[in-house]
């Protein structure tokens, strides 16, 4: 591969990178639904238990883990409050802070989520490590090309 431009094999290792992504997200997806949640419940519950040890995350670090608008994520929020998946839980050093944590329910639910999401992506990366390995742009991504 020349410094200027991508060969042939890098754009069809770019594609089925991207096609192993996607299928990946709709599986995701798909088993959301079968667990009776939707894909954005889903990810709620994830960035909630994904944040870390501590106190759980506020509406707005939600918001930041999904990319989405504060109010969006508030309403998400509240419809998964409505459906049992999580609670509000004021800060105990300061009372004006909501932070989330899941329920019994929601971390049900993301326990046999979570086990199905990592033997999936067990079974993939062995088809799509080598595809991101294989690509070597970091010198061109990193220089701006």
Same mark, same amino acid.
């Given at each position: 591969?020349?410094?200027?431009?991508?060969?042939?094999?890098?754009?069809?290792?770019?594609?089925?990178?991207?096609?192993?992504?996607?299928?990946?997200?709709?599986?995701?997806?798909?088993?959301?639904?079968?667990?009776?949640?939707?894909?954005?419940?889903?990810? $709620?519950? /994830?960035?909630? %238990? *994904?944040?870390? &040890?501590?106190?759980?995350?506020?509406?707005?670090? @939600?918001?930041?883990?999904?990319?989405?608008?504060?109010?969006?994520?508030?309403?998400?929020?509240?419809?998964?409050?409505?459906?049992?998946?999580?609670?509000?839980?004021?800060?105990?050093?300061?009372?004006?802070?909501?932070? $989330?944590? /899941?329920?019994? %329910? *929601?971390?049900? &639910?993301?326990?046999?989520?979570?086990?199905?999401? @990592?033997?999936?992506?067990?079974?993939?990366?062995?088809?799509?490590?080598?595809?991101?390995?294989?690509?070597?742009?970091?010198?061109?991504?990193?220089?701006?090309?």
């Amino acid at each position: 591969m020349t410094a200027d431009r991508l060969a042939d094999e890098d754009y069809r290792r770019l594609l089925q990178l991207r096609t192993g992504l996607r299928r990946f997200l709709r599986w995701s997806e798909e088993q959301a639904r079968l667990a009776g949640l939707t894909p954005a419940q889903h990810q $709620l519950l /994830l960035a909630v %238990r *994904g944040h870390g &040890a501590g106190p759980g995350p506020t509406i707005g670090d @939600v918001a930041d883990s999904l990319l989405l608008r504060h109010h969006s994520a508030v309403e998400l929020v509240q419809r998964a409050e409505a459906a049992g998946l999580v609670t509000r839980v004021h800060d105990q050093y300061d009372g004006r802070v909501v932070r $989330l944590a /899941l329920s019994r %329910r *929601g971390r049900t &639910a993301l326990e046999r989520l979570s086990q199905l999401h @990592v033997e999936e992506l067990e079974r993939l990366a062995n088809r799509l490590r080598p595809l991101w390995e294989g690509l070597e742009l970091s010198d061109q991504v990193g220089r701006g090309r």
